[in-house]
């Protein structure tokens, strides 16, 4: 069962299909699955997993891997294996902060050269800088499964922030390509300034100069180029509350937007954060806990589509030793993001199925792979992660994957452990052998 091209047979008592889940028997060959049938299999080619319950990999569509040129922050072999450990079967990979940016088609045959080393399935963004318009369709035609931009600075001098001249540039493009563009949405003008006198200890102090009239500024904008263009625009981690209006009414006027949130957004609240804890960094930053509460009412009512990690990471000395102002923005997830959001998610009533598609069928979606990958069906590729959702662990960073340990998860309780993970057949973790 360790090789792609093998035929064999998982079985187990949940099996989460497309309508539902029951006891089934899921046939492989040659890194795809054969075909979904009542436990009736035997012989040595049958892997029993019990009462563990088999549903699809989880496809992650906002991960920063940084290999190359920042490959000390994470890179392809370690952002694979902690995927893995963490059921996800499929990343998308952002176009910064690697270096070179993905934003022409030699950085991103440089990226490919990387990804090599993963052990998941490894597809890419491309890049929407000011002036690489005339990059875009070559992009498109070398596999990119759209593109992502910032509205304001990300962060990085080499992934310049656009303006609505430049987005006007890229829209038609990419409609003309049926390719999404992904956005950070928050506007600049709206930022506020950080004030001098306050304490860059204090959450308050990073957490006041990022308002949510920033992300409702940008979705606005946004909102009038997807009616003029007619391009699929993806909002990528929304945080703010106040912005799902705006979203609930051009989705009602029946306008190609979708929506992510993220695992931290679901789980943390600025309520909780305390003085120093750098940790918890991130931008949009993670907010009061009446916007969190509304994230997860918008992603029961369809507002929200998917949950992403927006995975991060940065070496500890970038989280400058508790300093808000100077520390690196951004949460490193990917092993914990499935057990994060059930946790959450199970305690609120919400039932497993609900988070296969937030998690799988979604993003499959959006990165226009869901022919391939998202749901347990003949002929899908046979990504599939066998877990159970009523084991609890307590978060140890020390036995992470990922290259740095650093966590605003660490010590916390959640519930969910993955035991087994498969690539396109491949069995690429198994719990018990790590």
Known sequence: MSGSSAQYTLRSTRVLLPDGIRPADVHVRDGRIDGVTPRTSNGDACRDLGSLLLMPGLVDTHVHVNEPGRTEWEGFATASAAAAAGGITTIVDMPLNSVPATTDVPALERKREAARAAMVNVEFWGGVVPGNAGELDALADAGVRGFKCFLSPSGVDEFGHVGEADLRLALPILARRNLPLLVHAEWPASLAPIDAAASPRKYETWLRSRPPRAEVDAIALLISLCREYGTHIHVVHLAAREALPLLRDARAEGLPITVETCPHYLTFCADEIGDGATLYKCAPPIREREHRDALWRALEDGTIDLIATDHSPCPPSMKAEGDFVRAWGGIASLEVSLA???????????????????LCAAPARLARLDTRTGRI??????????????ASFDVDPARLRQRHKCTPYAGRRLKGRVAETYVRGRLVYREDQQ
Do not use: F, K, N
């Open 340 to 358: 994060a959001v059930w946790t959450a998610a199970s305690a609120r009533g919400i039932g497993v199925e609900r988070i296969v598609e937030w």
């Open 377 to 390: 069906a003949e002929g899908m590729d046979a990504d599939l992660i066998a877990w159970d959702p009523d």
